[in-house]
């Protein structure tokens, strides 16, 4: 099921079947954009509501003009700037979309990904993928091949390989209101560069009913075991004293504390490490049967804001 062929995996596709996809951000699970098989299959084993639209994964600028239309400037400055890379764009839909794919909605959400693997795959097809993250409905989103094995075993005919996901969080996604750039997810760009080329920028705060962008969907990417999100952790020790705890914590340890098992992101304090390491060491304490989980406030800086997003979506108390 864990493969590295690629021309399996075009062979898969081609033939409308479904396959985790590797990408710098996280796995995804893949088909073939035009076939109403693949797509459906995608939905039905995500256990993914049809409201929720899919990305579009593209090789090349020239094949979005496909699948978009009336591409503003700013736009095309932007991804010309952090393409191939974790950024996805909303652009007005090319009516060749399948609904299906884009949930009905006027917008189609873009990107190329920034992993050679991918970029081999959709050189040897003819049409684009449509993927979301490979994690069933809810779940913390796959870094690595075993991950997505493990969630959809047999659903899915072949995970193809790439090795572990540098970037490890979601790409952040961009949308455009004439000329303004709104941002309702963050993810492996980090604010301050859209901020670098986009000037201002909106966020769009996330929401528990009928988001634009359901990655901001309040609850979300959680692990199985109760987990705290907290500026201060250190006011939870007394009350779990008796429990079994694992910290998640950015780049040191926190003195006696009440711990079965420590996580440390970033021994070197770099938030582009702790994100590429998030996912992996979250699925990692989900399988120690803890009874809780404690997670630190990272600086709400560069990708330190994402990963704050994330744990706060993945909390108790989030
Ligand atoms: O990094 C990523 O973006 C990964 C990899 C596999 O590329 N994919 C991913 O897909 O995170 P997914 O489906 O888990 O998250 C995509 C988000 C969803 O919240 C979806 O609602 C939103 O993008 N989305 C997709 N198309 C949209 C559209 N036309 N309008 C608004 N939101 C859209
Ligand atoms: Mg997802």
């Known amino acids: 099921m864990i493969n590295k062929s690629i021309d399996l995996a075009a062979k898969i596709l081609k033939n409308e079947g479904v396959i ?16 109403e098989k693949a797509v459906k299959k995608i939905f039905e084993i995500k256990q993914r509501p049809l409201y929720n639209p899919l990305i579009v994964h593209v090789k090349n600028i020239p094949d979005i ?9 700013i736009a095309i400055e932007i991804a010309t700037k952090f393409w191939p890379g974790p950024l996805t764009l909303l652009l007005k839909k090319n009516p060749s979309v399948p609904d299906l794919v884009t949930s ?17 795959l959709l050189d040897l097809l ?44 979601e790409s952040t996604i961009i949308g455009f209101n004439d000329d303004k750039v709104i941002l309702y997810r963050l993810g492996g760009i980090s604010l301050e560069e859209i901020k ?29 075991t109760p987990l705290i999100f907290s500026e201060n952790i250190e006011k939870y020790f007394d ?35 702790a994100a590429s390491k998030l996912y992996e060491t979250l699925h990692q304490l989900d399988k120690m049967k803890l009874d809780i989980i404690l997670a630190e406030k990272f600086p709400e800086i560069g990708l330190g804001m994402v990963i704050n997003d994330k744990l706060a979506r993945a909390s108790l108390n989030g």
Not at 149 to 162: H, N, P, R, S, T
Not at 197 to 213: Q, W, Y
């Open 239 to 273: 009350q779990f004293k008796n429990k079994k705890i694992g910290l998640l914590l950015f780049n040191k340890t926190i003195e006696n504390a009440p711990i079965c098992s420590e996580m440390i992101l970033s021994p070197s304090a770099n938030l582009k490490e």
């Open 126 to 169: 003819e049409f684009p993928l449509a993927a979301p993250s490979a994690n069933p409905f809810g779940m913390i989103s796959p870094t690595k091949a075993e991950h997505v094995a493990e969630y959809f075993k047999d659903k899915i005919e072949m995970v193809l390989d790439g090795g572990i996901c540098e970037t490890g969080v």
């Open 65 to 73: 003009r496909k699948i978009a239309v009336d591409i503003p400037s």
């Open 196 to 224: 670098s080329i986009a000037g201002e920028v909106t966020l769009v705060n996330k929401s528990d009913s009928a988001p634009d962008a359901p990655g901001m969907l309040s609850k979300h990417y959680a692990p199985l």
């Open 20 to 35: 985790g996809l590797p990408t710098e951000t996280v796995y995804g699970l893949a088909g073939n954009i035009y076939s």
């Open 104 to 120: 009905g909605k006027p917008t189609v959400a873009v990107r190329i990904p920034n992993h050679p693997t991918a970029l081999a």
